[in-house]
């Protein structure tokens, strides 16, 4: 089972920029994706965006597209989140997640089997 860590979250104003970092251990042979979700007080789950583990190919919901970009380390052990141009409704607590997969799987797939603790982000003036 693999652990997932998140942070880098915080309190930041409206246009402001914050990068989160998801620390994961445990792999085991096979590829997988992994990916940053979020959940806002009173709503569901939103998947944001993924990650191939191997390739670095990524994918992510047209609603963080040009603001949010996904990365990893050469390594694939550690993948970032970097927010940028935060707006207020980006306030969630945002999740990293790993499906054992070889691509990116759809954000409501139940391939997404291992969770990180999420953290805060919060974007207020």
């Known amino acids: 089972q693999l652990q997932l860590v998140e942070s880098g979250g915080g309190l930041v104003q409206p246009g402001g920029s914050l990068r989160l970092s998801c620390v994961a251990s445990?792999?085991?042979?096979?590829?997988?994706?992994i990916g940053w979700f979020r959940q806002a007080p009173g709503k569901e789950r939103e998947g944001v965006s993924c990650i191939r583990r191997s390739t670095g190919s990524t994918t992510s919901a047209d609603s963080v597209k040009g603001r949010f970009t996904i990365s990893r380390d050469s390594a694939g052990n550690t993948v970032y989140l970097q927010l940028n141009s935060l707006k207020p409704e980006d306030t969630a607590v945002y999740y990293c997640?790993?499906?054992?997969?070889?691509?990116?799987?759809?954000?409501?797939?139940?391939?997404?089997?291992?969770w990180g603790q999420g953290t805060q982000v919060t974007v207020s003036s």
């Open positions: 997640a790993a499906a054992r997969i070889s691509f990116c799987p759809t954000f409501n797939s139940n391939w997404w089997a291992s």
């Open positions: 445990g792999f085991t042979l096979g590829d997988y994706a």
